[in-house]
């Protein structure tokens, strides 16, 4: 499952992804793309970003689990047809451990934020 469309913008540690909701996603319930899905793609906006920066050898993002949520706050549920926007600032990265900040936004509005501490697989 992909939850990210396209990486919109690379900076320094952060990374802006865009992500359209189509109604056949598995997170669609009742028209809203729901609360798994938003950490989901918070999730797959960090690790797009990794395998998007210099140096990454263009090669796939590494897979991985998400290993801790702290602070998780939701807004607002995007709708089926809506494009969110997630930006990630990488907070720590120790190991095969990296500790994110996320935020969703609909439009210009923050819709969800959390932190996650996300663990590759080499």
Do not use: W
């Not at 990486?7 to 009742?30: C, D, K, P, W």
């Not at 797959?44 to 991985?64: I, V, Y």
């Not at 709708?79 to 990488?90: C, L, N, P, Q, S």
């Not at 120790?94 to 923050?110: R, W």
């Amino acid at each position: 499952m992909v939850m990210v469309d396209r990486v919109v913008e690379l900076m320094g540690s952060g990374t802006v992804a865009a992500f359209h909701i189509r109604e056949n996603n598995v997170f669609v319930e009742n028209g809203f793309f729901r609360e798994p899905g938003l950490i989901e793609n918070m999730a797959q906006t960090a690790a797009a970003g990794a395998g998007a920066r210099p140096g990454a050898e263009n090669k796939p993002p590494a897979p991985g689990y998400i290993g801790g949520i702290r602070n998780l706050k939701i807004f607002e549920l995007p709708r089926t047809g809506d494009e969110i926007f997630t930006h990630i600032t990488v907070l720590h990265e120790i190991f095969d451990a990296t500790v994110v900040s996320g935020q969703v936004f609909l439009k210009d509005k923050l819709i969800a934020e959390c932190e996650l501490k996300i663990f590759l697989i080499k």
